[in-house]
């Protein structure tokens, strides 16, 4: 009996063990794996116009762009910079972290008196907000400051958004209510008479979609904020909300029957009527005939 529960004893540590050893190694993979995919996501900007040249050819501002947890976000928010870079003109860069290593990218456009723009997707949103902040200590306006799932907010009291961005604008996918994230109210705000808080419930995808899906509308917006009326003014479709009420189709116009025409009478056989010489004075034309006396005689 002593023997038995020895070797039950024996049996469970080295369950426990084995239990323990799983866990440290999936956690280890798990982080190494996370570290692999935010090293991919490039870090430094890309240049869409030279830095030197005639005036239009350069840079009307800088957009910079943060992933979510890597490596489930790739590319997301580099392609979104990428897109809305190239379409408006500006220098755009995207990356996993390290916020303060685009402060020389804001600065640079803020020199040449353009626009900051900044897009912060699930864990990138807190970056991006971090970024507004260092903007604000360097006295520098972002324009607009996106965030799309930003996954600061499930904290009991997210951090403020700071003072010096104009424009905030909020992207909800499905997934945004049910993991817990708070819905953005002007007290998201450190003033809120200094930004506008704009938030827009997208239910039409889920959280992996969303940059994708949103790409159309944060071009649209920054094209009308660096005044691109081609883009800013329907020059890129709008992507169909789900949760956004049909257009009224126009009703069929209903649709008659023709009534079916009479048969036609059979032509009666007879003799063709004479063909008139173009020459002969026409009936009109002829004399009339010599009026007949009133009265006979008796």
């Given at each position: 009996?002593?023997?038995?529960?020895?070797?039950?004893?024996?049996?469970?540590?080295?369950?426990?063990?084995?239990?323990?050893?799983?866990?440290?190694?999936?956690?280890?993979?798990?982080?190494?794996?996370?570290?692999?995919?935010?090293?991919?996501?490039?870090?430094?900007?890309?240049?869409?116009?030279?830095?030197?040249?005639?005036?239009?050819?350069?840079?009307?501002?800088?957009?910079?762009?943060?992933?979510?947890?890597?490596?489930?976000?790739?590319?997301?928010?580099?392609?979104?910079?990428?897109?809305?870079?190239?379409?408006?003109?500006?220098?755009?860069?995207?990356?996993?972290?390290?916020?303060?290593?685009?402060?020389?990218?804001?600065?640079?456009?803020?020199?040449?008196?353009?626009?900051?723009?900044?897009?912060?997707?699930s864990l990138g949103g807190d970056q991006a907000r971090r970024l507004a902040c260092l903007c604000q200590k360097e006295k520098i306006p972002v324009r607009i400051l996106f965030l799309l799932d930003p996954h600061y907010t499930t904290a009991p009291k997210p951090e403020l958004i700071p003072s010096n961005v104009q424009r905030v604008v909020f992207y909800m996918?499905?997934?945004?209510?049910?993991?817990?994230?708070?819905?953005?109210?002007?007290?998201?705000?450190?003033?809120?008479?200094?930004?506008?808080?704009?938030?827009?419930?997208?239910?039409?995808?889920?959280?992996?979609?969303?940059?994708?899906?949103?790409?159309?509308?944060?071009?649209?917006?920054?094209?009308?904020?660096?005044?691109?009326?081609?883009?800013?003014?329907?020059?890129?479709?709008?992507?169909?909300?789900?949760?956004?009420?049909?257009?009224?189709?126009?009703?069929?116009?209903?649709?008659?029957?023709?009534?079916?025409?009479?048969?036609?009478?059979?032509?009666?056989?007879?003799?063709?009527?004479?063909?008139?010489?173009?020459?002969?004075?026409?009936?009109?034309?002829?004399?009339?005939?010599?009026?007949?006396?009133?009265?006979?005689?008796?």
């Open positions: 009996m002593l023997s038995h529960m020895v070797n039950r004893l024996v049996l469970s540590r080295r369950g426990a063990g084995a239990a323990f050893r799983f866990a440290f190694l999936w956690t280890a993979g798990l982080a190494a794996i996370a570290a692999v995919g935010a090293g991919c996501t490039p870090g430094l900007p890309t240049t869409t116009r030279p830095a030197t040249g005639p005036a239009e050819d350069q840079p009307k501002g800088v957009i910079i762009g943060f992933e979510g947890l890597q490596p489930f976000s790739g590319f997301a928010a580099y392609n979104l910079v990428k897109e809305v870079g190239e379409s408006c003109q500006l220098t755009y860069a995207a990356g996993s972290g390290g916020y303060s290593l685009f402060m020389p990218l804001v600065r640079q456009a803020h020199e040449r008196g353009g626009p900051v723009y900044i897009v912060g997707y996918s499905t997934a945004y209510r049910p993991a817990g994230h708070k819905v953005p109210t002007p007290t998201f705000l450190e003033d809120a008479t200094q930004t506008t808080l704009v938030a827009e419930d997208i239910r039409a995808v889920w959280h992996t979609g969303l940059p994708g899906y949103v790409t159309p509308r944060v071009r649209i917006e920054v094209a009308a904020d660096v005044d691109i009326p081609d883009l800013a003014q329907g020059g890129v479709p709008l992507p169909p909300d789900m949760d956004s009420p049909p257009e009224p189709q126009p009703a069929p116009a209903a649709t008659t029957q023709p009534a079916e025409p009479d048969e036609p009478a059979e032509p009666i056989e007879g003799p063709s009527p004479a063909k008139r010489d173009p020459s002969e004075p026409t009936p009109a034309s002829q004399p009339a005939p010599a009026s007949q006396p009133a009265t006979q005689p008796a």
